[in-house]
T-cell receptor, first 113, second 113 residues
Framework: AQTVTQSQPEMSVQEAETVTLSCTYD???????LFWYKQPPSRQMILVIR??????QNATENRFSVNFQKAAKSFSLKISDSQLGDAAMYFC??????????FGAGTRLTVKP | EADIYQTPRYLVIGTGKKITLECSQT?????MYWYQQDPGMELHLIHY???????EKGDLSSESTVSRIRTEHFPLTLESARPSHTSQYLC????????????FGPGTRLTVL
């Protein structure tokens, strides 16, 4: 079964600095999609960024970008110019045509003013 | 506006009561899901549905039941609530394609006294 591992239960970053959240996954499939979700305290879970496995180019959404290393099965999220509103739980997720969404255990990000 | 709704948002109830958590989506999504999540912790899939009259149990064993009589509606029922059921329940939906992310509702925070 596909597994998604987030090895950092908690991370902290200074406001305006850059932070990278790690995610690795285990799969034998070649066609799949990876996602990062954000869950702010007591607020709705929302999608931050998505990466298609067949694309070599790393996805970018404003201050959020990913480092997708397919051979290493690694999918890290980089947040640049961190803001107080970035404080949240971040979940990495995997999905394929043959397997529905699998979530990692999450990383709690704290942003210090 | 297309969205996913959950009611109630908060529920405090006594042991032994029957409760139903409502989830509705207006996006025409085939797939719907229920997750259980303790605050700030990982998501546990407890039920999912790939269409009308289709329901399956998820990875985490749950005493709750679900039904899918209409595409847009996926209620979760606890016949006899217990303190161990205290948690947050998140509903999500998605299109069938693996490219598509899951959309999450705001959640129901359940407390059983």
């Amino acid at each position: 079964a596909q597994t998604v591992t987030q090895s950092q239960p908690e991370m902290s970053v200074q406001e305006a600095e850059t932070v990278t959240l790690s995610c690795t996954y285990d799969t034998s499939e070649s066609d799949y999609y990876l996602f990062w979700y954000k869950q702010p305290p007591s607020r709705q879970m929302i999608l931050v960024i998505r990466q298609e496995a067949y694309k070599q180019q790393n996805a970018t959404e404003n201050r959020f970008s990913v480092n997708f290393q397919k051979a290493a099965k690694s999918f890290s999220l980089k947040i640049s110019d961190s803001q107080l509103g970035d404080a949240a739980m971040y979940f990495c997720a995997y999905r394929s045509p043959y397997n529905d969404m699998r979530f990692g255990a999450g990383t709690r990000l704290t942003v210090k003013p | 506006e297309a969205d996913i709704y959950q009611t109630p948002r908060y529920l405090v109830i006594g042991t032994g009561k029957k409760i139903t958590l409502e989830c509705s989506q207006t996006m025409g999504h085939d797939k719907m899901y229920w997750y259980q999540q303790d605050p700030g912790m990982e998501l546990h899939l407890i039920h999912y549905s790939y269409g009308v009259n289709s329901t399956e149990k998820g990875d985490l064993s749950s005493e709750s039941t679900v039904s899918r009589i209409r595409t847009e509606h996926f209620p979760l029922t606890l016949e006899s609530a217990r303190p161990s059921h205290t948690s947050q329940y998140l509903c999500a939906s998605s299109r069938s394609s693996s490219y598509n992310e899951q959309f999450f509702g705001p959640g129901t925070r359940l407390t059983v006294l």
